[in-house]
């Protein structure tokens, strides 16, 4: 736990000195308060209290504060946001007078938990550096302030990670309990039941993918399930029956079950093919890049969004920087970790690339890699392999520091 402990410390030291120097020093974005969260909903206290919770309350967690206060009200916007999160800040916040802290203190509470059980997952299959460092990278991630603030990714880590630790343990019980909540708290929870299944019928450790491939009778026989599949599969049931619940209320209450796909143009989203995706942000990616070769006089390069067409510009570049990681590390995944992960890892990226912002095709997607914790277990292998460990940590907190300041502050980051 010590390492955990550290890595918890040291980044959010990080993130509550960037986010206080942004919104003391460089104040909030114009406008952007008065647009986003007209009620003060995010900064309820004096002015420096204010500025220790900048770096916690912005842009989504407006809505969950929301939700957590009035529930959904027929408000078909709010009904994207899973429930579990806002019940427990609900919940929580009767007892400590403030739904913000409360949000805050039950991320905070599942960023460690996430870190530790992390910790004992990687462990199982390698030495021990290779699990601190992978506590380090995702402490350290330059968007890792999500995992603190009134957002549900630490929340939803601790969940994924502990069904499939459990998993890994052949606790099947709990492996399908805490997916189902993991379900009942994001919409890609349900992707839980991928690994879980793999690793229920294929054992310990599944074959990595690159010795499944030979088109030879032995190669086939190694697609056959190890184990027979006993009652206790049933419990894995539970992952995508979180989803159903909350479904089923929705369809119940609100006579719409499927107001949570149904609402996502309002976030300006629609369902398309993946490399669909992918040509479109690398079409907009290079405009962005002679976006910043030319500076911001005329011709716009890129879409009017964003505080202005250079910060348009260098979110263009960096989240296709973030969607090349995301695709070189998923290879990684496939070829040294095996299917459970491998496959996980892949179905939560295709969700995320199916999925863009008409304006800003991978919006959030670094938002959306942080919960994929395969990657880091990929990345944390390469780096203690090459011995770069002490050089990337640092980089890492540097970016971390740079991205905090902006979210604190109501620039758009992820």
Known sequence: MQ????????????????????????????????????????APFGYLANAVVAPIARWDSGWYLTIARFGYAHIRARMAFFPLYPAMMRLLGWVVGS???????ISLAALVV?????????????????AATTVLLMAFCPVSFFLSAVYTESLFLALSIGSLYAARRERWWLCGVLGGLAALSRNGGFALIVPAAVIYLYGR?????TRWGAATPAGLRRLLPR??????????????AGLGAYLAYLGIAYGDWLAPFRVESFWFRHTTLPWTTVGD?????????????????????????????????????????????????????????????????????????????S????????????????????????????????????ALAVLLGVFTLEFATWRWVA
């Open 205 to 209: 450790r599944d074959a990595p993918l």
């Open 281 to 357: 942000a690398a079409q907009q990616a290079w405009a962005g890049l002679r976006q910043l070769i030319q500076g911001p006089v005329p011709p716009s390069r890129v879409p009017p969004y964003a505080q202005s067409v250079i910060s348009a510009s260098i979110q263009d570049v960096y989240l296709f920087l973030f969607l090349v990681l995301g695709v070189v590390g998923l290879l990684g995944v496939l070829r040294r970790l095996g299917a459970a992960y491998g496959l996980y890892t892949f179905v939560l990226l295709v969700l995320a690339l199916a999925d863009p912002v």
């Open 227 to 240: 184990h027979r599949v006993a009652p206790s599969a049933l419990w894995l049931l539970l992952i995508p």
């Open 114 to 130: 996430a870190l530790a059980v992390l910790h004992r997952l990687v462990a199982l299959d390698a030495e021990p550096e290779v």
């Open 3 to 42: 390492a955990v402990w550290r890595a918890v410390l040291a980044s959010r030291l990080v993130i509550l000195g960037a986010g206080m120097l942004g919104a003391i020093q460089v104040g909030t974005a114009p406008g952007a308060v008065a647009a986003y969260d007209p009620s003060g909903q995010t």
């Open 359 to 394: 304006l800003q095709p991978l919006a959030s997607l670094p938002r959306y890699e942080l919960v994929m914790f395969p990657l880091f277990i990929w990345g944390a292998g390469l780096l203690v392999r090459h011995r770069l460990t002490a050089y990337a940590v640092p």
């Open 99 to 105: 739904n913000l802290i409360a949000g805050a203190l």
